[in-house]
């Protein structure tokens, strides 16, 4: 099936639901799409292929994908006039976590020469912690030749330990010298729009955190120190960075 889209001035497209082809006749005027698929995994892939057809002036992009099991690809296709971008990874709502590799996430920035703000959602099972081991610099792939000259937010909602992630980051950082601001936020809970840096990152009002099972906690815990072991110390002096952990009065044990 294939859904045409006829608007002569059509500025901004949401859709939501089972991946179709879809054709935009006048593409000149949408700068703004909302592609989720909260079933079927396979809504990253599907906007890497084939958004820079469909909406190639598009400013701001956000993709939401659940159990997303296949890597995004490297495609020469680029998305020239993309500022904004936010991805959101839901966990599967039956089953285990799948394997998505995050660090393929770098095919959009590669695709954005213009991206100026970039802020990735992770929920707690999204994806597979296969923790980060060995050195500094031996276990941890790279992407050379990616330049990332306009980008400068750069926020994670539910950074973890895994090491495809860490690989993600680490790559923003060294192939990004316009950076000026990096949060990493390891409770699920942080969203740099709503302006709560400082405070209880999870706050439903002033002294109370919303709960986190222990689980969450111990992992909350192993990422701030991957954080702390191969990021933070390869974060330049002009860039302001952040890792939010746990509320240590709030969150002490099993809540």
Aim: hydrophobic share 35%; proline share 5%; glycine share 6%.
């Amino acid at each position: 099936m294939v859904v045409e889209i006829g608007a002569p001035k059509l500025c901004s497209f949401h859709f939501g639901g089972t991946l179709l082809e879809i054709s935009v006749k006048n593409p000149l005027e949408l700068t703004h799409v909302n592609l989720s698929s909260f079933c079927l995994s396979g809504i990253l892939s599907y906007a890497r292929t084939r958004i820079p057809s469909i909406a190639r002036y598009v400013e701001s992009l956000t993709l939401l994908g659940r159990s997303e099991n296949a890597s995004t690809p490297m495609l020469p296709s680029k998305l020239p006039h993309l500022k904004n971008l936010e991805i959101r990874l839901l966990a599967p709502v039956v089953g285990f976590s799948p394997s998505y590799d995050a660090f393929s996430l770098v095919s959009f920035l590669d695709a954005s020469p213009a991206l100026e703000s970039f802020i990735l959602h992770v929920e707690q099972d999204a994806m597979t912690h296969d923790p980060v081991v060995g050195e500094y610099d031996e276990c941890l792939r790279q992407k050379l030749g990616c330049w990332h000259n306009c980008l400068k937010q750069v926020a994670i909602t539910g950074f973890c330990s895994a090491k495809s992630l860490v690989e993600l980051t680490v790559h923003i950082i060294e192939s990004t010298h316009s950076l000026e601001r990096l949060t990493l936020d390891t409770t699920y809970g942080y969203d740099k729009r709503v302006g709560t840096i400082g405070k209880c990152p999870t706050s439903r009002k002033i002294g109370q955190c919303w709960p986190m099972s222990k689980r969450t906690l111990e992992e909350a815990h192993r990422a701030v120190k991957t954080a702390g072991r191969y990021i933070m110390g390869r974060v330049p002096l002009t860039v302001q960075s952040e890792v939010l952990e746990p509320c240590s009065r709030c969150h002490t044990g099993n809540q």
